[in-house]
């Protein structure tokens, strides 16, 4: 400090704020400017201080410059400010507990196997092979909302174990007799799935061949052979199904 007061970078060090700060809060009125030396030079004095350090305390507990300019005006109740802050203050903690819920969802699914976020294998009979860790995981952002919660509810459907199981010992080479079988099998899971889907369709950032190419890298010919007959089954029997309405 000299005999004639601080500098501006003096004035921001004292208050813990930043020179910038000090110049903002200028431009916008919230503090008032200092004299100016004879050299031209601001020269803040304790009043500034006391009211960055003011302004500073109000800030760090929620308050926007506005209400602190109301406050100084008078213009508004404190007890209005202080509800207003607790409401703010609440809808943030209920965001936060939104974050947290989902941080534990993802950092859960990442430990426990790659899984997406909002996949919760706790409790569940199914089996969930490395594939359909893959197939969720990519599946999950390429297709639209109502078309994942099928997969997800496909994959962690328990209608048949073995069937899964043996669609995962699958050989490339199996004959087309017992894929056909095969199909029929897993149809429980899907037709359970189905239900879930809702009506109207929606369009997903994934394209058809962008999904083609995802499969093709996850299963080999002969599974993907077993899962198209499997839509194709249910296919046909929505299709039988409205018609008979």
Known sequence: MTASGWSTA?????????????RYYHEVGILE?????????????????????R??????????????????????????????????????IAELRTILQ??????TGEIRGGLPPGIDLSGIGARITKRDEATLTVLDTLLPE??????????????DSAADDEFEALAEDAGEDY??????????????????????????PGSPRDIGIALNGIYHSAQIDVLIRVATLLEDETEESQSDR
């Open 10 to 22: 003096e004035v921001a060090r004292l208050a813990g704020v930043s020179v910038r700060t000090v």
């Open 179 to 204: 894929r056909g079988e095969l199909a029929k099998r897993m149809l429980p899971a899907a037709r359970a799935a189905a239900r879930n889907r809702q009506k109207k369709q929606q369009s997903g």
């Open 146 to 159: 109502q078309q994942r919660a099928g997969l997800r509810q496909w994959l962690t459907t328990s209608c």
């Open 102 to 107: 989902s941080l534990r969802s993802v950092v």
């Open 55 to 92: 302004v500073r305390r109000l800030t760090g507990i929620g308050l926007t410059l506005e209400q602190v300019r109301a406050l100084d005006s008078r213009a508004v109740d404190v007890d209005d400010v202080v509800h207003s802050l607790e409401d703010e203050i609440s809808a943030r």
């Open 33 to 53: 400017n200092p004299r100016r030396l004879s050299n031209g030079y601001k020269s803040y004095d304790v009043t500034h201080l006391i009211r960055l350090l």
